[in-house]
């Protein structure tokens, strides 16, 4: 009897083990598919950021009576076709092929953008206003935060989709319906390097 009653014990401690094993995998499975939708927001939030300045960039260039039309144009067209506002999806996260014409968009407006700014050196008048500096400044600050966003959330679902990924933990998330996240890539162009070309006579 006393052999029995052990036995059951044993078999009770050790489910309990496996069950309370199973709940905190469970639960660190939720914790970072809570981290990846947070860092999902604060890429959503960055790039508002650089769609917000847009508008007060556009009125700047705009004072100027000879700038370029097509190159302004092509900024609020950009920014149109966006509808308005940046609003990431959560479902961008489980779509790669969604998350990447997504990506492709933000990057020709970042061309847009960039052209903008190298059209302006050719315009004194634009260039020493401080309107434009200023917002040319809060620009590079967003577009620089942008990367580091991307950066933060792309080693947050790397976390998250190694962890879903490792057995025994693939078991659970499989059962809690986790699946992997997409993950930002690198712009087209990126692994190019610039040519810098010096005419020095």
Known sequence: ??????????VVVILLIIVGKGIGTYNNIIALEEGVKTQWAQVENTYQ???DLIPNLVSTVQGEA??????????MDMRSRMGGT?????????DEAALKRFQ???GSLSGALQRLMAVSENYPDLKSNKSFQELRVQLE????RIAVERKRYNETVQAYNTTIRQFPTNLIAGFAGASPKALF????GAS?????QFDIK
Not at 1 to 10: E, G, R
Not at 66 to 75: A, G
Not at 141 to 144: I, L, M
Not at 192 to 196: G, L, R, Y
């Open 1 to 10: 009897m006393k052999k029995a009653l052990i036995a059951v014990i044993v």
């Open 49 to 51: 950021r650089r769609f």
């Open 66 to 75: 000879n700038f370029e039309k097509s190159t302004l144009t092509e900024v």
């Open 86 to 94: 940046v609003k990431l999806d959560e479902s961008l996260m489980n």
């Open 104 to 106: 492709e968009m933000q």
């Open 141 to 144: 600050g967003a577009e620089n």
């Open 185 to 188: 890539s690198a712009d087209a």
């Open 192 to 196: 190019v390097a610039p040519k810098v």
